[in-house]
């Protein structure tokens, strides 16, 4: 299906740039939120609710015999099911924005293809097969050209591992990641690369510009440092960033030290970048195990921002302050306290399918 060798020209979009769909994996693995469960699939009917309001939701499900119930559930909410376009496809967890595929875009030549990065569930997983095919089937069910980004190892040629919540873009080729997630020896995803071979590839597919590089993710985050959690653009040179403000919290520290490094950040075109801080919630603990919990997991769709929040003091702050940055698009609160505990929240489980229009 490799029709398109040369891919200069083509970008990863921003993610607040139209959208022509998202895609969203019903949940199923019990095994990810033990004990609370029950709850989770209220959440991501929710999630799916607000986002069908925009565009389309492509939904992924494991056998066809739950297409019926699942339709059934979403109908309760009054859910409009032409704007729900279900698909068997089966997947070892949730999580899209790690498994799906990332696409991208060329607006001149109207084309669209999508990545399909190695996937290796976290290096901390060992079932991931299903997971580790989503790209494919579904590039097989749009019919959308994929292209396996390869890397030489020791004379070997083998995928290159990335997920899409370790990086966030601006569009116009800056990248903000963390060196814990893509070069930290524990949870190696690409073991063996050097900082120069990750960039190098990252650019070649990416067509990035300009890296920025962060320090550490937060505590509880068993991604180890994906950025999606911590820092997120919201404009070419506008940043949110997660600031914590008791010097007691084990986030203190490496928040602080990613501060610093974007305060003297700048773009692509060397521009200086916003910052704009949003403060973390209280330390959120679920059955004595600190989860991730952060405002900065939220996700855009055409008209709106679903902004995670935990029943905790600083929700209205965080989302006042999206508000204020981002006031062309509804903001919208989704309540994340149960579903935190399968260490993801709404962008975790979310991909966007960008539009060439």
């Known amino acids: ?21 998202t895609w969203i994996a019903w949940p199923h693995n019990k095994n990810d939120w033990p004990g609370l469960f029950t709850n989770i699939p209220n959440v991501f009917r929710e999630i799916i609710l607000n986002i ?5 939701v492509n939904l992924l499900v494991e056998e066809h015999k739950q297409i019926a119930k699942i339709k059934r559930f979403l109908l309760q909410k009054n859910i409009k099911l032409s704007k729900v376009h279900i698909h068997v496809v089966r997947t070892n967890r949730v999580w899209t924005r790690d498994t799906g595929p ?48 390869m890397i030489r190892i020791k004379n070997n040629s083998i995928p290159f591992v990335l997920e899409g919540g370790s990086i966030d873009v601006n569009g116009q080729g800056t990248l903000i ?48 440092g994906h950025v999606d959690d911590i820092t997120r653009f ?10 914590e403000h008791n ?31 949003i403060p973390m919630p209280n330390s959120l603990y679920i059955k004595k195990t600190r989860v991730p919990a952060s405002y900065l997991n939220f996700y855009f769709t055409n008209d709106s921002v679903l902004v995670p929040i935990f029943n905790d003091k600083n929700d209205d702050i965080a ?13 919208i609160p989704i309540n994340c306290k149960d579903l935190i505990w399968g260490f993801g929240a709404i962008h975790c489980m979310t991909q966007q399918e960008p539009s060439l229009k």
Not at 12 to 19: C, L
Not at 260 to 275: A, C, V
């Open 1 to 21: 299906m490799d029709r398109i060798n040369n891919i200069d020209g083509f970008r990863m979009p921003a993610e607040w740039e139209r959208q022509d769909s």
């Open 52 to 56: 069908s309001k925009s565009q389309k």
């Open 102 to 149: 990332i696409y991208l875009i060329n607006k001149k030549k109207n084309e669209k293809i999508l990545l399909n990065w190695g996937f290796n569930a976290w290096a901390k997983y060992k079932d991931y097969q299903y997971d580790n095919s989503v790209p494919l089937q579904i590039s097989n069910i749009q019919n959308i050209q994929s292209i396996t980004p």
């Open 177 to 224: 990641t963390t060196k814990e997630c893509l070069l930290g020896k524990i949870q190696q995803r690409n073991p063996g690369l050097s900082k120069i071979k990750i960039e190098n590839t990252i650019s070649k597919y990416l067509n990035i510009k300009k890296f920025i590089w962060l320090n550490k993710g937060i505590v509880g985050d068993d991604t180890h």
């Open 234 to 243: 919201f404009g070419t040179n506008k940043i949110f960033t997660a600031v």
């Open 247 to 277: 010097k007691k919290d084990k986030n203190y520290l490496p928040l602080k030290e990613n501060l610093k490094i974007l305060e003297k950040s700048t773009n692509q075109d060397n521009k200086q970048n916003e910052i704009v801080e």
């Open 319 to 331: 989302l006042n302050i999206i508000q204020k940055n981002i006031k062309n698009k509804k903001i």
